[in-house]
């Protein structure tokens, strides 16, 4: 080696230690622009990328060309809004569970996934449908791209509800753990709203009166904060609310479609009508009126009204022996399970909710009946 090769020997080796430095910098500082992304959780997403949480011990950010590296399917797939209208679609897009795989994780391990849009509409899809049906994060819908405020992805599942199509889906959230839990107290929801302050609402043209749930909330259970709000209607939907979304909540207790459950400013399609049942941890909420709507009517001597045993279950309460129950007044009753036999919950002549039960040792009455436990 002469002296200028020497030389030029030395130049290159300064250069890729430069070159080095230089890579080391930038993935330094793509690795921290990556981790402030992820950890703005809220609203951390620019245009076409979705935050997903409960994925890695990390938030994971994937933008749509990582969508589109993924195997794509196809399916068609139709539905009915909450209207009666159809709503049908050819969708094109990776299956969330393919997405899923790249991490090692699958679909069927989580007990609920909730997609939130950029609207705020969000929308949790339960294990049942988890264990059984693709879900489909599609960015191509009958051939074309997906119109500009439904990017990046319509999240389509096939022979579910519309409501589960959530459009301009931007945030994933994987959960393991939140079933319903059993209720280990059940309120009845007419005299307890009536103790709480009436908000008076418009609601498409008409004036109705509102609760909030916060109120109920503080008022009926301990108050602490939970996961998740499990409320199903009269109708059969159920649905799972963030812990959080459900305390922004209202609740209209007269007017068209009472209970109604509705949160002030989200999309119309995150409104709930006819609210049979909602479970906040361990306290479950019925509304007696809409129970008499759905559930089959029963007769004990001269009154007609829903039997216990169909509430206790409706509300997920866990099953006892004795029953403590509590009055509007604050008075309490303890009844025994001999004394529960038939027992069903009626609304009497002026409107206050009641038990009443032949008993095998005689009849039993509770008037002013606001909630229901059992004794252990
Ligand atoms: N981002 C977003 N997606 C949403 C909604 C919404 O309000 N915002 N509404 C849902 C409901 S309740 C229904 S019924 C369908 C309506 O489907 P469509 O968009 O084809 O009308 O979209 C679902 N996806
Ligand atoms: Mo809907």
Redesign the pocket.
Known sequence: MNETEKVKQKHKFFLSGVLLLVAVVAALGYLNYRAVNASRESNPISAGQILIHGLQDQDVVITMSDLEKLPAVTRYAEAE??NGDEVSVNATGPLLDTLLKQYGRSQQEFSLVRFTARDSYSIAVPPDILKNCPIILSYINDGKPLEADWQPVRVVIPGER??YWVKDMIRIDLETGTERIPAGKLVFMDPAALSLPQEDLRDNGSSVKAVKTRDLIDRYTGGSPVQNVFIKAGDGLEKNETGAGFLNACIEVNGQDAPKYLIPGLPE?MTIRNVLVFNYGATAFIDYAEAARVLPLQTVGRQSGVALSDIVKQAGLTGAGDYLFTKTDGGSVIVATAGLGNGLVYQDAGGALAFTASGTSGAVEVDDLLSIEPVT
């Open positions: 809004r909450s519309a409501m399609g």
